[in-house]
């Protein structure tokens, strides 16, 4: 492991650190700063030892801790993480006017993202990472469930070289929780799935019989938090980047569903490829005038007794996807990963075959762009 010096205070207990063996800055916390935080904000920290943290925070798309200095003058014992000097994306979403809601940041850019989440989730999830086009890694791992992908949480570097983007990563790690696969050999599951609850900790013994009933019957404060969860935020946060807009699925104030999906499927898509469609982009002359979907139903629980709603738009996603200015290739890649029922059986067990979908759709679309 590298040997790290401590250059300059940025803040209390907070340091810029470099090392002789990597080029670039790197960010150092007090280790006893952590400990003085609540246990929401740092529970991953408290729970496993520094070597065993870096083993799991080590991902080219991840926040990871890449070392550990002790400088008593400075205060002790630190940390040492990558340091995201590109800032956040939640930052870039708040600093760029969104001039339509059908094309906002560049398909290049969302590419860029995509690929990085997609890929911190099934080494987080899986335990695999991508080394050339294989996927490779620990066949004892222990599933980790993010909980909480969302832009606040996903950071740049700035560029190193002549790439137009710098690294991308996934950070915030206050709410992950470390789990097992709790579900499926009863009957009741058609296969074992990674999950915990929703907010919060507790034993995995406690969670078990919460979690293992029918989902038909979860009401949605008590619906499991899986990987169909974690994979549907990272749609979301595309999402967000491509048409300026935050999904919602349920609002904090009354209770009401925010997101739909065409019962057909995607019924605009669809009468456009019966035009003859075969564009690239979506919006495109074939898709019908009307632009309207008429089969909106949401799969996510509406409270009964609930005839108020508040103002905020309810989004038909296949709706908002046929007409989006982007590419097929990254339209299929977010609807397969925003195509979630919770109360459904049919729950995502591993995080690899989407991000192979990505890498799939990526290599299509920069295919394509090179052609044209």
């Not at 915030?172 to 900790?201: E, L, R």
């Amino acid at each position: 492991m590298s040997e790290f010096t401590l250059v300059d205070e940025i803040d209390s207990g907070v340091w810029s650190a470099s090392t002789a063996d990597v080029e670039g800055r790197f960010l150092a916390r007090r280790v006893a700063d952590y400990h003085h935080r609540q246990a929401k904000d740092n529970a991953v920290l408290l729970e496993l030892q520094h070597d065993s943290l870096a083993r799991v925070l080590n991902h080219e798309n991840i926040v990871s801790l890449v070392g550990r200095v002790r400088d008593p003058g400075a205060g002790g014992d630190f940390f040492v993480w990558d340091y995201c000097d590109g800032g956040s994306l939640d930052t870039l979403l708040r600093w760029v006017r969104c001039e339509s809601t059908l094309y906002h940041l560049p398909e290049a850019l969302c590419w860029h993202v995509l690929r990085a989440l997609v890929r911190a989730v099934a080494f987080l999830h899986d335990g695999k990472r991508l080394d050339g086009r294989r996927w490779t890694g620990d066949a004892a791992w222990s599933p980790i469930l993010h909980r909480a992908i969302e832009p606040r949480n996903v950071f740049f570097q700035q560029p190193r070289g002549g790439e137009a983007f710098g690294p991308c990563k996934l950070g915030g790690f206050g709410d992950a929780a470390v789990t097992g696969h709790v579900m499926g050999g009863d009957g009741t599951w058609p296969c074992s799935v990674a999950a915990t609850v929703q907010t919060g900790w507790e034993p995995l013994e406690e969670t078990r019989p919460k979690i293992a009933r029918d989902p038909e019957k979860w009401k949605t404060t008590q619906r499991a938090y899986t990987l169909s969860d974690e994979l549907w935020s990272v749609g979301s946060v595309v999402f967000t980047m491509m048409s300026g807009r935050r999904l919602a699925l349920t609002c904090q104030s009354r209770g009401c569903v925010h997101v739909a999906k065409c019962s057909e499927g995607g019924c605009l898509r669809a009468a456009a490829e019966l035009r003859g469609c075969r564009c690239v982009l979506g919006g495109c002359e074939h898709v019908p005038e009307s632009r309207a979907c008429t089969h909106d139903v949401s799969d996510w629980h509406q409270p009964e007794k609930r005839k108020q709603r508040c103002n905020e738009a309810v989004v038909n996603i296949d709706s908002w996807l046929a007409l989006a200015r982007y590419s097929c290739w990254l339209r299929d890649a977010v609807k397969a990963l925003l195509d979630f029922d919770p109360h459904s059986k049919l729950l995502t067990a591993e995080a690899v075959p989407f991000a192979e979908q990505v890498e799939e759709g990526y290599r299509a679309w920069e295919e394509a762009a090179g052609a044209s």
